[in-house]
């Protein structure tokens, strides 16, 4: 691929190419009055392939083809859009639980355009699901029974792929394998506003750094970005505060236990305050018939996620579990938090996953490879390494792992069984929440902040509503 040309200027300069951003070029796509550049640090969609699917084990890619390039995470996970207000952050805070909900519909058409599968799980079996309320109450966990539309790992990179079509095809430019290094902040009479940003090639040693203006800044740099515009808020005084740190880990049972909930819901997001710290814990990103997978992050951090195909499947099913923990003074960072606790994860398990029967956890022992080939549960990551996740996780997050793991059994029988596999770390980087008013505008007037990394978001719907208002919103 020839080197590209970064441009001088241009209207909008969008930093990411995940769902935020992908919708932000849509809407101002539309609109056809803006010229739109998007720097995006990773590849674009056709070149996006883990080279672990050919040779079986992680090669450490810089950066990773699975969480960065076009579409992002979302491209490489199990696609699956949550067609509620109730799921994906915090949002609806922001902007109003209406308007949320309808611009989710219309963000839901445009996938549809695009190619998505017309069928909606979870609508259905209203008394299966009633059921299933009524065991989650008995056992104090709230069942939110959201509408999902599965994309699936492999179709949504084909939905994804005609969208960097139509992007291109209407004149956006995309800057792949380019990284923005800052961005570009001036004072005057007015107040401090964004110009623009430095960007350059970050292939091989990387290239010139080269300033490009614009009227117009938006960051949608995903979770993945999360820290970096953490940064970016230090040093430039854009209003941020700390938001909650999720932290906790990826459960793999066998389809049988799960079936139930899988047939009727699809995705079961189950939400409890177990004793003693009553700290929030929720599912998270349930896979049915889906592998467990490992992406890198930078400085060479191997966090543990899912993913779900449409027409390859496995004999497991797995789901995070994960823990909100809120900070309080004088401590402000928790993402780097999360990444030392993930660190020390990597550490004990030699650069790899760590995964862990339940029944070893509750015995106080490790677990060993010999006893994982003993096991009804085949670990659907076969890298990963065994061993003992409490000797890295906070004795708060394990306690509340641990207790809700006993929750869920008592509304999926056999969930917290002996061989149940954790694989840890799973973590979640958008505890950075930047300030802004319910038009995205931050502290720093031109310069907005969407998706994930922005800290209102988790997910992919979510994403891209804030991207599509953003595009409709830009004057």
């Known amino acids: ?45 056709e070149r996006r392939s883990c080279p672990k699917e050919q040779i079986g084990h992680c090669v450490g890619c810089q950066p990773c083809r ?21 799921v994906g952050g915090d949002l609806p805070e922001l902007i109003g639980a209406d308007l949320v909900q309808r611009t989710i519909a219309r963000a839901d058409q445009i996938y549809l355009d695009f190619g998505a599968d017309p069928h909606v799980e979870g609508l259905e079996h209203p008394e299966e699901i009633a059921a299933i309320r009524r065991r989650a109450i008995k056992a ?39 990284e923005c290094l800052d961005l570009l902040i001036e004072e005057d009479a007015g107040g401090t506003r964004c110009t623009g940003a430095v960007v350059r090639s970050s292939r091989g040693k990387g290239g010139t750094p080269q300033e490009v203006r614009a009227q117009e800044v938006v960051v949608a740099t995903g ?77 060479g ?32 960072r928790p993402i780097d938090y999360a990444q030392r606790v993930g660190t020390l994860m990597n550490m004990l398990g030699s650069g790899h996953i760590l995964v862990q029967r339940f029944g070893d956890i509750l015995d106080g022992k490790r677990t060993w490879r010999e006893e994982l080939s003993r096991s009804n549960v085949v670990p659907t990551l076969p890298d990963a390494e065994p061993g003992d996740i409490t000797s890295a996780m906070p004795y708060r997050a394990m306690t509340d792992i641990v207790e809700f793991i006993k929750a869920v059994d008592q509304v999926v029988p056999g969930f917290a069984s002996e061989e149940t596999l954790l694989y840890a770390p799973e973590l979640k980087f958008y505890s950075n929440r930047v300030r802004m008013d319910e038009r995205f505008d931050t502290s720093v007037a031109r310069l907005h ?27």
């Open 301 to 332: 951090l191997a966090v543990v996620n899912g993913h779900s195909y449409k027409d390859r499947k496995s004999p497991n099913t797995n789901l995070a579990v994960l823990c909100t923990q809120h900070f309080r003074e004088p401590f402000d």
């Open 140 to 178: 104090g966990l709230k069942l939110v029974d959201c509408p999902i539309r599965h994309l699936g790992t492999e179709r949504a990179q084909q939905i994804y792929g005609r969208i960097e079509q139509h992007l291109l095809d209407a004149g956006v430019t995309i800057l792949f394998e380019h």
């Open 1 to 45: 691929m020839a080197e590209q040309v970064i441009p001088t200027s241009t209207d909008v300069l969008i930093i990411g190419a995940g769902p935020a951003g992908i919708f932000c070029a849509l809407a101002l796509v539309k609109r056809g009055d803006r010229s739109v550049t998007i720097v995006e640090k990773g590849l674009p969609i």
């Open 449 to 475: 902040c969407l998706g994930d990394s922005s800290g209102w978001t988790r997910g992919l719907m979510m994403a891209s509503v804030m991207g599509l208002l953003m595009g409709e919103w830009l004057d």
């Open 223 to 299: 979770r993945r970005g999360a820290s970096w515009l953490a940064g970016l808020c230090e040093e430039h005084g854009i209003a941020h505060e700390s938001g909650p740190m999720d932290m906790g880990v990826r459960v793999e049972v066998r389809n049988e236990v799960m079936d139930d909930v899988n047939n009727v819901l699809y995705e079961s997001k189950l939400v409890g305050y177990p004793n003693p710290f009553r700290d929030k814990v929720r599912t998270f990103c349930q896979n049915p018939g889906g592998f467990v997978s490992q992406e890198n992050y930078d400085e």
């Open 66 to 86: 699975i969480t960065t390039g076009f579409s992002g995470a979302g491209a490489f996970s199990d696609g699956k859009l949550s067609l509620s207000y109730e």
